[in-house]
């Protein structure tokens, strides 16, 4: 299985970066993953919500603009379907019996443009919390990470 997740900024912290790749390390015995870091915006500190939806549009093309042909788009969202552990390793296990690739969005400071949303197949929410995107990101790599480990029932190291 191709995984891509498509992440609006760069990690700035060595401790999210280092983290991340501890997991798309880990992730590398499941499954192909990329992971492309997307410019954000530069945009004042205080906006307008018609400035704000421009600066999500100008992310929001950057992102549909690196979504493989074929794949299976989950947009990370607030809105989205929560899932159990358990059944986001189902819904990986069900694309993956399909011979999908999957396409993982993850939006900028403020978030995912309609467009990108309107793409995506699916919306996907880790938590019921407003999550900064890098740190939606590393949630997001651990959860592929013990969703592989469940599909495979193997242990969960700690």
Known sequence: MNITVLAVGKLKEKYFEEACLDY???????CRLEVKELPDEKAPQTLSPAQ???????????????IPPRSQVIALTIGGKPYTSEELASR??????????VTFL???????????IHRADEELSLSKLTLPHRL???????????????????????
């Open 24 to 30: 798309e390390k880990r992730l590398s015995r499941y």
């Open 52 to 66: 704000e939806e421009q600066v999500k549009d100008r992310e929001g093309q950057r992102l549909l603009s690196q």
């Open 92 to 101: 990986m296990q069900a694309l993956q019996d399909m011979g999908k690739d």
């Open 106 to 116: 993850i939006g900028g400071s403020l978030g995912l443009s309609r467009q990108a």
């Open 136 to 158: 939606a990101r590393l949630v997001l790599l651990e959860q592929l990470y013990r969703s592989f480990k469940i599909i495979h029932k193997e242990t969960y190291h700690k």
